[in-house]
C-alpha cells in the first residue's frame, strides 16, 4: 500500500527546509505578540529578551515559559492577539479552579486546525470515501468540532453523533456503514460490549480503523480495542490551549509514536523540575510553541505532559518528529471520560458548600470500561443530621455542583470524621485505582 | 414534653454498630431503644440513652459524629390500634412524620412510640389535645 499524505511536500520536507520554515514561523510570532499582548511583552521584557534576538531555533530557550497560570490571569481574553470582531469560535476546558481555560480562533486558525486535522485523519488511511463517526463530544470541548471541521476539509462524510446513546450509535453504525470511529478509547470499549450484549458481529460492520484520544490509554487497551471491534487503533493527541485534536497523530507505519505537526506546533522537552531543554530522546515535560496561530498564540507553553520525543525516520516518509504517548502528567490531573479534572476544581467546590471541612478524598475506578469518580467527604458535626433526607440532600447538591462545574458526575460519600488520611506534607487527595 | 435522641453517623463499613455499643457499655450507658436508617452509602443510628451528654462526649471523643435532636416519646397501650390511633390524630393535624420507631416497655402493658415530626410544636399540641400521654427524657428511662 503507498502511503497517503494530505499534504506531502510539507509532511515529508527534509528536517532543513522544515527547520527554516519554522524558524521564519517562529521570528514572526515572537514579534507579532511583543508587539500586541502586554502580558507576553511584560515576561519577555522581564527576562530580557527582545524579538530581534531570536536568531535561531535554539534561540526559542531564552523566551519565558507560559503556563497554565498565565492562562487563568488573563482569563477569559486577554492573551488574544486579534480584535474579537476576528475571532470567530471560542472553546474552553478546565481551569485549575472555578474559571475554564478560553481559546480563540480566527477564521484562518480554524482553517489550520481543520487541515492539521484531515492529515492525522489521513495518517490513519482515512479518505474522501470513508463514513466517519464522530463520537467525541460536541460543544466547548475542542474534540467533537475539531474532528468534524477536519473530516469536511477532507471531503469525507461525517456522522456527527457526539457521546452518549450507545444503542443509537451502534444501529448508526450498522445503518450507515461507519469505516472510521473516533473517540474516546475507552468508550470504543463501551461500544465493543454493547454490541456483544446486543449481539452485534462487528466483523459485519464497515469500521476499519479507530482514531483514539482525549484520555491516557495504555497498549494493552490498544489490542484490546482492536481485537474486540475487529479494526486497527490509532493514538491522536492534542489540547485545547495548543489548538485541539490534531496536534500529533499516530501512523499507519508504527505502533509507536504520532507524528507532531512540527510546521505549526514546534515541541520541545524540558525537566520540569529546572525548566531545562532535555537532550534528544529524553523523557520530559512536553512544551509547545504555536508556529502559525492568529488568535492564541502560545509561546513555549507548559502541557505537563509527559512525553519523549522519537526522532529517528519513520517508516512513512513524514519527517515530522514523533511523541511517544503521553505516559503521566508532572500535576495532579485527572482525565475522567475524557474531562480534564483537577483536585482543586473540586475543593473549590467543596469549600463554597456551607459545613464541608476541608478534608476530601478523590477515588477513581475503571468499572467496566467507565471511569468513575467518587469524592469522599468527611461529614462533619455541622453536615450531620438525624433526618436520612437531608443527607442525602447534601450530597446530592454536592454532586450537582461539581456536575455543573467539571461536566464530570460523582459519586460523593460521606465518610466518619477523621477518616480520610491526614499528612503534614501533601495529603493523599486522590486514589486512582485505574490501571492505564 | 421532648426527648432527647442522640444520632449518630454511621460509615457503611463493618463493625461500626459494634464498636459504638461496646463504647457506650464501657461506660455504663444504657440504651433504651434505638433505630437504625440505612441507605446505600451510609447509615444514621438513633438511640435513647440514659446520660444524654454522657454518651455524646464519649462517642465524640472516640470519633464519631454525634448530634442531638428532640422527639417526642408517645405511651400507648400494648393493644392492635394503638399506633394507629396515635397516626390518625397526626393525619388530622396534616402533619408529617419524618422517622418514628417503637418499643415495648418492660411490664409489657404499654408501648412507647418515638417520633420526629418536621413541625414538632404542632404534634405535641395535636397530640395532647386528642389525649395522648407524652413522656419526658427521665420518664422514657425509668421505663
Known sequence: MTTLYWEEEIETLPRVGLESVQLTRLKHLVARVYATVAPYRAKMDAAGVKPA??????????????????????????????????????????????????????????????????????????????????????????????????????????????????????????????????????????????????????????????????????????????????????????????????????????????????????????????????????????????????????IRYRTKDISRLIHEPCACGRTMVRMEKVTGRTDDMLIIRGVNVFPSQVEHVLMGTEGVEPHYQIVVNREGNLDTMAVRVEVSEALFSDEVKTLEKLTRKIQGDIKDMLGVTCKVQLVEPRTIQRSEGKAQRVIDNRKM | ???????????????????????????????????????????????????????????????????????????????????????????????NVEYMYAFVNKTGENAVLIFRFDEMDKAIAALLKDGFTLLSGEQVCAL
Open chain 1, 53 to 298: 534576538d531570536i536568531k535561531t531555533l535554539a534561540d526559542l530557550q531564552k523566551l519565558p515559559f507560559t503556563v497554565k497560570d498565565d492562562l487563568r490571569d488573563n482569563y477569559p481574553f486577554g492573551l488574544f492577539t486579534v480584535p474579537m470582531d476576528q475571532v470567530v469560535r471560542v472553546h474552553a476546558s478546565s481551569g485549575t479552579t472555578g474559571k475554564p481555560t478560553v481559546v480563540g480562533y480566527t477564521k484562518k486558525d480554524i482553517e489550520t486546525w481543520s487541515g492539521v486535522m484531515a492529515r492525522a485523519l489521513t495518517c490513519a488511511g482515512a479518505t474522501s470515501r470513508d463514513m466517519i463517526h464522530n463520537a467525541y463530544g460536541y460543544g466547548l470541548f475542542t474534540g467533537g468540532l475539531g474532528a468534524h471541521y477536519g473530516v469536511e476539509r477532507l471531503g469525507a462524510t461525517v456522522i456527527p453523533v457526539s457521546g452518549g446513546n450507545t444503542k443509537r450509535q451502534i444501529t448508526i453504525m450498522q445503518d450507515f456503514r461507519s469505516s472510521v470511529l473516533l473517540s474516546t478509547p475507552s468508550y470504543a470499549l463501551n461500544l465493543a460490549d454493547a454490541m456483544a450484549e446486543l449481539g452485534v458481529d462487528c466483523k459485519a460492520l464497515a469500521l476499519r480503523v479507530g482514531i483514539f484520544g482525549a484520555e491516557p490509554w495504555s497498549e494493552n487497551m490498544r489490542n484490546e480495542v482492536e481485537r474486540k471491534l475487529n479494526i486497527r487503533a490509532v493514538d491522536i493527541y492534542g489540547l485545547s490551549e495548543v489548538m485541539g485534536p490534531g496536534v500529533a497523530m499516530q501512523c499507519l507505519e508504527t505502533d509507536r509514536g504520532m507524528h507532531i505537526f512540527e510546521d505549526h506546533f514546534l515541541p520541545e522537552i524540558i525537566d520540569p523540575d529546572t525548566g531545562e531543554v532535555l537532550p534528544p530522546g529524553e523523557k520530559g515535560e512536553l512544551v509547545f510553541t504555536t508556529l502559525t496561530k492568529e488568535a492564541f498564540p502560545l
Open chain 2, 1 to 95: 414534653m421532648r426527648v432527647q435522641q442522640i444520632a449518630v453517623f454511621l460509615e457503611n463499613k463493618s463493625g461500626r454498630l459494634a464498636e459504638i455499643t461496646a463504647t457506650l457499655a464501657a461506660n455504663d450507658i444504657n440504651i433504651r431503644a434505638l433505630s437504625v436508617a440505612d441507605t446505600a452509602d451510609f447509615g444514621i443510628l438513633r438511640l435513647i440513652v440514659n446520660d444524654v451528654e454522657k454518651a455524646k462526649m464519649v462517642l465524640k471523643s472516640n470519633g464519631f459524629t454525634v448530634g442531638i435532636t428532640n422527639v417526642i416519646a408517645v405511651e400507648v397501650d400494648d393493644r392492635s390500634g394503638g399506633l394507629a390511633s396515635v397516626l390518625k390524630s397526626i393525619e388530622k393535624a396534616h402533619l
